[in-house]
């Protein structure tokens, strides 16, 4: 059974910084592309970032480019996304996604972020 | 960043049909597959078409995917209270290597 867990959320100031986690089981992690969607409170969902299975091939909204950085581990089943400079605009609930850039068949229960001060 | 649009909300009594709209552009659906996924109050969304057209496993072909041009429409038939939840298309922007929802659809069973 595929199982996405996220972690790591919480509150943090304006400007700060957060590490996201994503414990992956149930299936080839290294094998899929992993993503990051998110979605701020009573709003519509927004694509973070991808990244391939080995991950050589990253990417990023526009929104988040220059600030947040995806990553994997491969040998620990896990994905992360290291958020730096958050803006209130940043808060969000944070899903992790499985399967391929333009296909999320699995996600996570997802992890809050709250950006204030 | 770009969205696909939506309409904001659909309805329709338990038994009948409700089909939802996603229109975007060449670079988005015109050239690209669309996925949509239903969102029940509370949870994690969930795919329910991939590949404009394909189901997962598990999901009723109660569900339905078409794509034309520029455009891509989700049907559902045979509504159920169950059903009652928000819905978004997506799909790979060529132009932004980025991928972009849509403005979602409430659906409401009457």
């Known amino acids: 059974e595929v199982q996405l867990l996220e972690s790591g959320g919480g509150l943090v100031q304006p400007g700060g910084s957060l590490r996201l986690s994503c414990a992956a089981s149930g299936f080839t992690f290294s094998s899929y592309v992993m993503n990051w969607v998110r979605q701020a409170p009573g709003k519509g969902l927004e694509w973070v970032s991808a990244?391939?299975?080995?991950?050589?091939?990253?990417y990023y909204a526009d929104s988040v480019k220059g600030r947040f950085t995806i990553s994997r581990d491969n040998s620990k089943n896990t994905l992360y996304l290291q958020m730096n400079g958050l803006r209130a605009e940043d808060t969000a609930v944070y899903y992790c996604?499985?399967?391929?850039?333009?296909?999320?068949?699995?996600w996570g229960q997802g992890t809050l972020v709250t950006v204030s001060s | 960043q770009s969205v696909l649009t939506q309409p904001p909300s659909v309805s329709a009594a338990p038994g009948q049909k409700v089909t939802i709209s996603c229109s975007g552009s060449?670079?988005?659906?015109?050239?690209?597959?669309v996925s949509w996924y239903q969102q029940l109050p509370g949870t994690a969304p969930k795919l329910l078409i991939y590949d404009n057209n394909e189901r997962p496993s598990g999901i009723p072909d109660r569900f339905s995917g078409s794509k034309s041009g520029t455009s891509a429409t989700l049907g559902i038939t045979g509504l159920q209270t169950g059903d009652e939840a928000d819905y978004y298309c997506?799909?790979?922007?060529?132009?932004?290597?980025?991928?972009?929802f849509g403005t979602g659809t409430k659906v409401t069973v009457l």
């Open positions: 990244i391939s299975g080995s991950g050589g091939s990253i």
């Open positions: 996604a499985k399967d391929r850039v333009d296909k999320f068949g699995y």
């Open positions: 997506g799909t790979w922007d060529s132009s932004l290597s980025a991928y972009v």
């Open positions: 060449s670079s988005k659906i015109g050239n690209n597959y």
